[in-house]
């Protein structure tokens, strides 16, 4: 049996029967970090806005109706400003990027064999030997020029490259999503018990977010689920104890 390694692969075979590829596969999660930081900001805001919302309200004694046009209001209002945030700042940093980039690019087409240079003494501080890490930059340079410089000499990488759009949906489609679930709870159980199920349940949301989150991330989904718990509650008992307070004035 003869074992050869490949680009990730380990071949398997004989001298006289055909040969399979068993492929070594590594799940890496940091292509997801523009979509989901933008949904677990969403989905978080939603839950934790709209609810403490709710509580606030219905603290200082008003009419179930307008505590539930209060929360539908706070849905609404909220999931453009989500959209709208995400989108600006996330172009901001694209502009960011495709200037650097644009700056790069002047730069190689006037001093290419200075940006080799610099390439190459990168990879030298990264432990590879002066002649390797030339020629390293030589092929690479060769192959994308830009690509290679934006990698490894901007910090710019095709997966966390930014990208509005996405984050604008993502972030305004998770706050809906997360938003409607306190203004369900409001809608269903009676007026009497409004805060103490918003509360219960929507740190029951929260706690679920919190894992859901830390596991599609590769991170704990105890310590994930508990950190986001924690600050959902705090909201709610600081909105809770200024809607009492105006409610009492009132």
């Known amino acids: 049996m003869k074992y050869n390694k490949y680009h990730g692969k380990t071949l398997l075979g004989n001298e006289d029967s055909s040969r399979k590829f068993m492929v070594h596969s590594e799940v890496h999660r940091s292509q997801r970090v523009g979509w989901l930081r933008a949904a677990v900001l969403g989905a978080n805001d939603g839950i934790v806005s709209t609810a403490s919302l709710i509580i606030g309200v219905a603290a200082a004694s008003t009419a179930h109706e307008d505590i539930l046009l209060a929360g539908a209001a706070g849905l ?3 999931a453009m400003s989500m959209a709208a945030g ?7 940093q694209s502009d960011t990027e495709n200037a650097d980039l644009a700056i ?11 940006e080799k240079e610099e390439l ?3 990879y030298e501080g990264r432990g590879l030997e002066p002649a390797l890490a030339k020629q390293v930059a030589e092929q690479l340079m060769a192959f994308d020029a830009l690509g290679a410089h934006a990698k490894d000499d901007i910090g710019i990488s095709q997966s966390a ?8 949906f993502s972030s305004a489609g998770a706050f809906t999503v997360g938003a409607a679930l306190p203004l369900a709870v409001a809608w269903l159980v009676p007026e009497e018990l409004l805060i103490a199920f918003v509360a219960a349940l929507s740190l029951m949301f929260l706690a679920a977010l919190g894992a859901i989150a830390a596991r599609v991330g590769g991170a704990s989904i105890t310590v994930g689920a508990i950190r986001v718990t924690f600050w959902g509650a705090l909201a709610m008992v600081l909105t809770a104890v200024v809607g009492r307070i105006f409610g009492v004035v009132a």
Do not use: M, R, W
């Open 120 to 122: 190459a003494t990168i």
């Open 76 to 78: 609404v209002a909220g």
């Open 86 to 92: 995400e989108y600006v700042s996330v172009s901001s």
């Open 161 to 168: 490259n930014a990208q509005p759009i996405q984050a604008a």
């Open 104 to 114: 790069e690019q002047k730069s190689l087409d006037q001093n290419f064999e200075s």
